[in-house]
C-alpha cells in the first residue's frame, strides 16, 4: 500500500509514505498518522512529497518528514502517482519525464481566421498576428530523485513555503531569496507561503507567457492610436494639440479661451455664448447687456427699468406689484396706512384714499344715519329739495372703454301706483355720463366719455316718484363721488 498525506495548506502538495509490512505488525489504516525522525533507517520508511507545480507540467519528488494535524492521510499506488503528468502533457518512458504537447502541430487549424497559433506548456493561444509574445524558456526537465537524494534533505517540521524559526513557522520570501521561478519579463511578488507572478504595465498574463495588451482596442485616444509594446501612445489630427493627458486634444476653453461668459469647447476650435439677458458683440468675444425696455413699451404695466443682464417693473406710488408685471391698488383703508382723524371716514380712491367727515349733511338736511341725510318737510327751505340724499362713493381707472356701465341705482321704497324717473340732477356738466333706466325701480349710471385722471365727480342722481291717482310727487338723491385714478390700472 502507499499512503498520501494531503496537505490542508494552499500548495497542492501530497506526501507519499512507501511502507515495508516486515517493519510493522499491522497493515496502515486510512485514519493512522506517521512521524519520522532523520536518524531512523530507510528504507523501513520511506517518504516523498509529491508537489504539482502551478508553473511547470512535470511532478517534482521531496521526502516527506511529517504527516501531522495539517495532514490527512489516503491511499494511493506509487508507481501511477510519480508517472501521472498534468493536461497538455504526456509520460516520455525513453526520457522518465513529462513532455509538452504541441498543439499548434497536432491539431490541425486550431486557430480559425487571422488568428495565430501559440504553443505554449499544457496548451495553446490564439492570438492576433500583430499580437507580441515574450517566450517563457523551456523548464528543466522532470528528474526522478531517488531515495539517497531525498534522504540528504534537511528536516522541516513547517509546511512547504514556510521555515522554522524558534518555536514558530515562518514565511519564506522566495522573491527576496531568488527561490521563484517567474520569468525575466515578469516581476515576482511574495505570498504567505508562496509568491506570484505578474506581468510588467501593458502585458497580460497568460500561463507562463506576458502577452502585449493592445490597449487601442479600448478607445482611449480620441483620435489616433499607436499600440507598442507594452504601451501605446496617441496622435492628433492635423489643426490639433495633445492634452496634457496624452489622450485628448487640447480643450480650448480650458486653455484660457477670451469669452467673457460662456466657452464652449467644439471640434477644432471653440465658441463663445452669453448668459441670459446679453448678446455677444462683434468681436465675438465679449459680451453686452441687453436693453430690454428698448424693445418694448409693454414688458411692464407702469415702468420698465433696466438692469445689468435683465429688467424689472415698478409700480407708481399708492400701487404694488402684482406678480412681475402688473400692478394693484393698495387699499389703505384696509392696510390701516391711511391717517384719517377721529371723526373721519377712510375712503379707498386709485393710487390713494380720502378722509371724509362721518356727517356730511348740509343745511337743511339733518343726519338720520351713517350716510343719510333727510330734508323735513317742516322746513321752509326743502320744498324744492330731494327729501332725502344718500351718499355713496366709486373709483373708476382711466381710458376706461366706453360706454361702459359704472354704477346701478336701485329704488328702496315702492308706492302702490307710483311712477318712477330717474335723472342726474347735477354735477355733469360737461355730458360725460348718462342715465339708461332699467325699469320702473332701478337705472344705470354709464359713462359716455373716456375720462383721465386724477379727476373727481359729485353726482347727484334723483329718483322722481309721480302717483297721478293721489297727485303726489316727492324725490330723493344718490350723491355719487366718482374719481377717475391717475393710470389705466
Not at 499491522?26 to 509529491?50: C, G, I, K
Not at 335723472?423 to 342715465?435: E, P
Request: charged content about 20%; some cysteine.
Amino acid at each position: 500500500m502507499r499512503s498520501v498525506c494531503i496537505s490542508l495548506f494552499v500548495f497542492r502538495c501530497a506526501c507519499v509514505c512507501a511502507l515495508l509490512h516486515r517493519a510493522i505488525s499491522q497493515p496502515p489504516t486510512e485514519s493512522d498518522t506517521y512521524t519520522v525522525r532523520r536518524e531512523e533507517p530507510f528504507p523501513r520508511l520511506l517518504f516523498f512529497s509529491v508537489c504539482i507545480s502551478p508553473s511547470f507540467a512535470y511532478k517534482c519528488v521531496y521526502r516527506c518528514t511529517v504527516c501531522n494535524h495539517m495532514h490527512s492521510c489516503k491511499n494511493v499506488s506509487l508507481n501511477v502517482l510519480l508517472q501521472e503528468c498534468t493536461d497538455g502533457y504526456h509520460w516520455d518512458p525513453q526520457t522518465q519525464h513529462c513532455k509538452d504537447i504541441n498543439e499548434c502541430e497536432t491539431i490541425t487549424e486550431a486557430c480559425k481566421g487571422e488568428m495565430k497559433c501559440f504553443n505554449h506548456y499544457g496548451g495553446y493561444l490564439c492570438l492576433p498576428r500583430s499580437a507580441s509574445v515574450i517566450p517563457a524558456p523551456e523548464p528543466p526537465n522532470q528528474i526522478r530523485p531517488g531515495l539517497d537524494d531525498t534522504a540528504r534533505e534537511p528536516y522541516n517540521p513547517c509546511p512547504s513555503g514556510y521555515e522554522p524559526q524558534g518555536d514558530s513557522c515562518m514565511d519564506v520570501d522566495e522573491c527576496a531569496r531568488d527561490e521563484h521561478d517567474c520569468q525575466p519579463s515578469q516581476e515576482c511578488f511574495n505570498t504567505e507561503g508562496s509568491f506570484t507572478c505578474q506581468c510588467p504595465g501593458g502585458y497580460r498574463k497568460v500561463g507562463t507567457e506576458c502577452i502585449d495588451i493592445d490597449e487601442c482596442r479600448y478607445r482611449y485616444c480620441q483620435h489616433r492610436c499607436v499600440n507598442v509594446p507594452g504601451s501605446f501612445s496617441c496622435q492628433c489630427e492635423p489643426g490639433f494639440q495633445l492634452a496634457g493627458n496624452n489622450r485628448s486634444y487640447v480643450d480650448e476653453c480650458d486653455m484660457g479661451a477670451p469669452c467673457s461668459q460662456r466657452c464652449y469647447n467644439t471640434y477644432g476650435t471653440f465658441l463663445c455664448r452669453c448668459e441670459q439677458g446679453y448678446e455677444l458683440g462683434s468681436d465675438g468675444f465679449a459680451c453686452k447687456d441687453i436693453d430690454e425696455c428698448s424693445y418694448s413699451s409693454y414688458l411692464c404695466q407702469y415702468q420698465c427699468v433696466n438692469e445689468p443682464g435683465k429688467f424689472s417693473c415698478i409700480c407708481p406710488e399708492g400701487y404694488q406689484l402684482l406678480g412681475t408685471r402688473l400692478c394693484q391698488d393698495i387699499n389703505e383703508c384696509e392696510t390701516g396706512t391711511h391717517k384719517c382723524a377721529d371723526g373721519q371716514t377712510c375712503v379707498n380712491i386709485h393710487g390713494g384714499h380720502q378722509c371724509v367727515d362721518a356727517n356730511r349733511c348740509q343745511e337743511p338736511y339733518v343726519q338720520v344715519s351713517d350716510n343719510r341725510c333727510v330734508c323735513p318737510v317742516a322746513k321752509a327751505g326743502c320744498q324744492d329739495l330731494p327729501f332725502s340724499i344718500v351718499h355713496r362713493y366709486m373709483s373708476i381707472t382711466s381710458e376706461r372703454s366706453v360706454p361702459s356701465d359704472i354704477f346701478q341705482i336701485q329704488a328702496t321704497s315702492v308706492y302702490p301706483g307710483a311712477y318712477n324717473t330717474f335723472r342726474i340732477r347735477s354735477g355733469d356738466d360737461n355730458g360725460d355720463f348718462y342715465i339708461r333706466q332699467i325699469n320702473n325701480i332701478s337705472a344705470m349710471l354709464v359713462l359716455a366719455r373716456a375720462v383721465n385722471g386724477p379727476k373727481e365727480y359729485v353726482l347727484d342722481l334723483e329718483m322722481v316718484s309721480v302717483n297721478p291717482l293721489m297727485s303726489y310727487q316727492t324725490s330723493s338723491a344718490l350723491r355719487l363721488t366718482v374719481n377717475v385714478g391717475p393710470y389705466a390700472f
